[in-house]
């Protein structure tokens, strides 16, 4: 097992929160536009699905975005999300604040992003997380760098990877096999 394996595992126990950037994560990172601002983003079901999973297993989850746009508010409702934040010119600075109202400390939280926008916070987070194509410099940064693009199921490969890990400890494994 790699550091980074050792690090996720050691840490997951910890998390209380996964917050989730939207365009590139949730989404494939087109914004479809047309007349008067007429938008369309695409969401994978299978995420939704993983988002879910998550919160039965007791972990929040919430959407943190650097674009204002109601089809998030959507798809939070949809899926019972209730942090959105839209807009948000300085996601640290966001994450701060929501770090003090939730009480959480940062070994608490995760992060998925994909972009530079979310290098600092991946930084901060207990759990930072990051999907396949994006920059080395969050390759550097994350545990684990999902298999699957953003929009294309990358949400649910992380959620999976969590909730193995909350459910079958690597101790555990390791006594399984010398048996």
Do not use: W
Request: with cysteine; hydrophobic share 40%.
């Amino acid at each position: 097992m790699n550091s980074r394996a050792r690090t996720l595992a050691r840490r997951t126990p910890a998390l209380r929160l996964l917050l989730l950037d939207v365009d590139g994560v949730l989404t494939d990172g087109k914004i479809y536009l047309g007349p008067g601002g007429f938008e369309l983003k695409s969401f994978h079901v299978h995420d939704g699905l993983g988002i879910k999973l998550l919160q039965e297993a007791g972990i929040a989850v919430g959407f943190i975005s650097n674009r204002k746009s109601p089809l998030v508010a959507l798809r939070a409702r949809e899926l019972g999300v209730k942090i959105v934040q839209t807009g948000v010119a300085n996601k640290v600075a966001a994450y701060e604040k929501l770090k003090r109202k939730l009480r959480l400390e940062d070994r608490e939280v995760g992060y998925v992003g994909d972009d530079l926008p979310d290098l600092d916070l991946l930084k901060k987070v207990g759990l930072p997380f990051t999907v396949r194509g994006c920059p080395p410099e969050l390759s550097r940064v994350a545990l684990y760098a999902s298999r699957r693009r953003g929009g294309e199921g990358a949400v649910r490969e992380i959620a999976e990877l969590i909730l193995r890990e909350l459910s079958e400890p690597r101790l555990s494994r390791r006594k399984k096999r010398r048996t």
